[in-house]
């Protein structure tokens, strides 16, 4: 199947700084990325679709000023967490769909947000 | 999307088979049963997808009910390794994969 790299893995940041997630379609080109949230012992919370070359579209209640998505190239998207706080800290994962059409959806590793 | 109710938890023992039940009972005629795992702090993988016919890979197969309001996903052969949730999910043409809480299995030696 096709693979999906996030980078980083982990991440620790002071409170009040921003942080930036990339999510990478490795072997394929990917029109459409998704970015979830998950909590501890909760499940996935998508939090916006973003397509390539244009804005992303958030989820209900998602601050689309605090979660800054791009989806500058059909490989790559990356997400801004601006001006994190503790109340940020989570399992970020991304996941991308390739040609319209194509059902399936290929997830990345994760990454997780300690906000100190 | 459709909504869909599976049981917080089941155990299987290594070896056996282990048949993870998901009702859908207000699914659409357009829309696909997906099923997803997630291990421990990785990212979902996928499973198996269908739409009204049972399907079968090297991972799994999907049993889906004639009226569609079911389907349960079949492990032949659970390992230690099979221990996730599991999440059913409908999906239709807006392509967003909406989660629900899953079914946690834990297989057992």
């Known amino acids: 199947g096709a693979v999906v790299s996030q980078h980083p893995s982990w991440v620790i940041c002071k409170s009040g700084t921003s942080v930036k997630i990339e999510c990478r379609s490795l072997d394929f080109q990917a029109t459409t990325m998704f970015w979830y949230r998950q909590f501890p012992k909760q499940s996935l919370m998508l939090m916006a679709t973003s397509n390539e070359g244009s804005k992303a579209t958030y989820e209900q209640g998602v601050e689309k000023d605090k979660f800054l998505i791009n989806h500058a190239s059909l490989t790559l998207s990356t997400l801004t967490v601006t001006s994190a706080h503790p109340e940020d800290s989570s399992f970020y994962i991304c996941s991308a769909q390739g040609l319209a059409g194509s059902h399936e959806q290929f997830f990345g590793p994760g990454t997780r947000l300690t906000v100190l | 999307d459709a909504k869909t109710t599976q049981p917080p938890s089941m155990d299987c023992a290594e070896g056996r088979a282990a048949n993870l039940p998901c009702n859908h009972s207000?699914?659409?005629?357009?829309?696909?049963v997906y099923w997803y795992r997630q291990i421990h702090s990785q990212g979902p993988q996928y499973i198996i997808h269908g739409l009204k016919n049972n399907e079968t890979n090297e991972m799994a197969s999907l049993i889906i009910t004639e009226d569609r309001k079911s389907s349960t996903l079949i492990l032949p052969h659970a390992t230690l390794r099979d221990t996730a949730v599991y999440y059913c999910i409908v999906r239709g043409n807006t392509d967003k994969l909406i989660f629900g809480t899953g079914t946690r299995l834990q297989v057992f030696p």
């Open positions: 207000t699914i659409s005629g357009n829309e696909y």
